[in-house]
């Protein structure tokens, strides 16, 4: 039967609400028509969600870029303090990032924490990191720490994945991001981030972050070395977690960006190779609520396109973005929100303003008038108790710098 055939028993399916299936999925990638894939996918979309596209306002802290793992794909983590580029922020200056948007009088919703594997910090950092902004702003939701992280954390403090999640929580922890996920196959696995948490130890970081009430997100890192197969493959995996658990809100397919790192000979995907795994990923993960074009690394055009091949979400301002930016990307490190409504407007879509948890903080009339929109913010005094647990300072190692690595994925 030829994929074309197939597609009309994929369309059937997906209308009466059946689960697609690997062979489903690769006929998808097979599809000559990337058009007929994109409209199925939006149909999907538009049933879940209309025209509703959502984004907010966040902030970005990477705390710290050393990280000893080394994966191939990653442009941004130094192995040892000292090497160059390395850096790690003593806590007043990651908190300073926080304050000098409070003082600013920008009303962000959300910070959102990825850091490398630093083997030097201990886990008062962590928790005093979370602590901190919180005192600053005691409304913001903090989404932190990928399950790499936490697994490392895990290891390294010798704790369980429950204490781990429950000690950060008790810091102020509300959700965790989605990345590291990359792509579950062993042998992808094993050519590209060898020295990290397993698909098995990934996602079960997840089931015990849902089991004890967080949110999370989930990603997949595509557009390197692995098959159309091994992308369903990782896909379907998420949506048997989330068929047990519940408790992903949104996926986000990310791109690989080839420049300064290990795999920097490979080409990077498509424009249409981007635009067939978003619509696919709607299509393959019925029970996910939301789809996310991050904008920053699939590149604002791409991203707004997408609104029409299944996805729903932009993700947010972002600002000072240092983890794809190292990988080449060409996007801004921030947008304002009057530019990310602009370009939902333009797309033909209907701007929401949501917080991390998709409650709805502003649409309609107050998002699409021509006037710039703000909207009110508590100010809370900054009371930031001094603990510096590390100096901010480039740091000082005799470890020569004989990788130049990667990449902890976002979102
Ligand atoms: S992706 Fe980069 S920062 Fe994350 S674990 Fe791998 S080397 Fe470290």
Not at 53 to 82: D, M
């Amino acid at each position: 039967m030829t994929a074309r055939l197939n597609l009309a028993a994929i369309r059937d399916k997906v209308r009466s609400g059946e689960p697609l299936s690997l062979e489903d999925g690769v006929t998808l990638y097979q599809h000559p028509n990337l058009l007929e894939v994109g409209a199925l996918a939006n149909e999907v979309r538009e049933r879940l969600h209309g025209d509703r596209t959502f984004f907010n306002r966040n902030l970005h802290i990477n705390a710290t870029n050393v990280c000893e793992a080394s994966c191939r794909f990653c442009s941004f983590a130094r192995l040892a303090p000292g090497d160059p580029g390395a850096y790690t922020m003593s806590l007043d200056e990651a908190w300073g990032k926080l304050r000098a948007r409070v003082d600013a009088g920008d009303p962000i919703t959300e910070i959102h924490i990825v850091n490398g594997l630093h083997p030097g910090l201990p886990f008062d950092y962590y928790t005093d990191l979370l602590q901190g902004l919180k005192r600053i702003q005691p409304t913001i939701h903090l989404k932190a720490f990928t399950a790499v992280e936490i697994f490392y954390f895990a290891r390294k403090f010798e704790m369980s994945i429950d204490t781990v999640l429950q000690k950060l929580g008790a810091a102020g922890l509300d959700s965790l991001p989605g990345g590291g996920a990359e792509i579950f196959a062993p042998r992808v696995r094993k050519k590209i981030c060898d020295d990290k948490c397993t698909a098995d130890e990934w996602l079960d970081v997840h089931r015990v972050a849902h089991r004890i009430g967080l949110r999370t997100n989930c990603t997949m890192l595509y557009g390197h070395i692995e098959s159309a197969e091994e992308r369903i493959d990782h896909m379907l995996r998420l949506r048997a977690l989330q068929d047990e658990t519940g408790g992903f809100q949104t996926f986000i397919p990310l791109a690989f960006h080839p420049d300064g790192n290990a795999l920097m000979k490979l080409p990077g995907p498509t424009g249409v190779e981007d635009l067939r795994t978003y619509a696919i990923a709607r299509l393959l993960l019925h029970n996910i609520p939301h789809i996310k074009a991050y904008w920053i690394m699939l590149g604002v055009k791409t991203a707004q396109t997408a609104l029409w091949f299944g996805a729903d979400d932009l993700d947010g301002t972002v600002q000072e973005e240092k983890i794809y930016h190292m990988a080449g990307a060409e996007t801004p490190q921030a947008m304002r929100p009057a530019e990310i409504v602009r370009i939902i407007v333009n797309a033909g879509r209907a701007p929401v303003e949501r917080d991390t948890l998709y409650n709805v903080l502003s649409e309609g009339a107050a998002l699409t008038s021509d006037k710039p929109f703000r909207r009110k913010v508590r100010r809370a005094e900054p009371q930031v108790a001094s603990a510096p647990a590390a100096t901010g300072e480039p740091e000082q190692s005799s470890v020569s710098p004989t990788r130049h690595r990667s990449l902890e994925i976002v979102s």
